[in-house]
């Protein structure tokens, strides 16, 4: 049960931003919620995670809705490279992986 | 930095046969995790040890599948006997030790099981 749902796969032009939602309408007070994503043949990669607030770092922007039972992640300028599956995670001590939504990032 | 290296990349092997895979977390990272990952799937976790001692095994299936990390570094986990079901990637990643719940994970490579 990954507690998560997400889209099964999204496209994107490369350049724009990439929007990748993510419901989690269960989340408990003290649940975080991860982005990680994994690019072909490669193991899982971590992205970011929040709490209640929303988040930046150097790969992507996360909004977290006020009532924490949705998120969304953006890759601000996608590039082909971005490519990947990305997974949506909400946990405390351990993750637990849904199917995550394949997103293909075209020229 | 170095990163998880787990051997070896790719194994094939039949059923009943016995396979194991070897895991090096990034030094200094307390815990280590072994997930199996089924094609078209995302990664289930199989065993967390913090340190050399077992945090959660409740998704090992543990009449075929072990795994140890004797001294707290590096890990094996083992398949005896192997089914055609147990074909898939099996991924090692290790983290911090953990502080307030947030984790953030690096995963190593994989090594990709099949069993015919």
């Known amino acids: 049960d990954a507690k998560t749902t997400q889209p099964t796969s999204m496209d994107c032009a490369e350049g724009r931003a990439a929007n990748l939602p993510c419901n989690h309408s269960?989340?408990?007070?003290?649940?975080?919620v991860y982005w990680y994503r994994q690019i072909h043949s490669q193991g899982p990669q971590y992205i970011i995670h929040?709490?209640?607030n929303n988040e930046t770092n150097e790969m992507a922007s996360l909004i977290i809705t006020e009532d924490r039972k949705s998120s969304t992640l953006i890759l601000p300028h996608a590039t082909l490279r971005d490519t990947a599956v990305y997974y949506c995670?909400?946990?405390?001590?351990?993750?637990?992986f849904g199917k995550g939504t394949m997103l293909l990032v075209s020229p | 930095e170095a990163g998880v290296a787990q051997s070896p990349r790719y194994k094939i092997i039949e059923k009943r046969q016995s396979v194991a895979f070897w895991c090096n977390p990034i030094?200094?990272?307390?815990?280590l995790y072994w997930y199996q990952q089924i094609l078209g799937q995302g990664p289930k976790l199989l065993i967390q040890?913090?340190?050399?001692?077992?945090?959660?095994d409740s998704q090992l299936p543990k009449d075929r599948f072990s795994a140890e990390r004797l001294k707290g570094v590096d890990s094996t986990l083992k398949i005896q006997p192997a089914k055609l079901e147990d074909s898939a990637v099996y991924l090692c990643?290790?983290?911090?030790?953990?502080?307030?719940?947030?984790?953030?994970?690096?995963f190593g490579p994989g090594t990709r099981l099949t069993v015919l």
């Open positions: 040890f913090q340190n050399n001692g077992v945090v959660d």
């Open positions: 929040g709490l209640k």
């Open positions: 990643a290790s983290s911090l030790v953990w502080l307030a719940g947030v984790i953030e994970q690096f």
């Open positions: 269960t989340i408990s007070g003290n649940e975080y």
């Open positions: 995670i909400r946990g405390y001590s351990t993750l637990t």
């Open positions: 030094s200094g990272h307390a815990t």
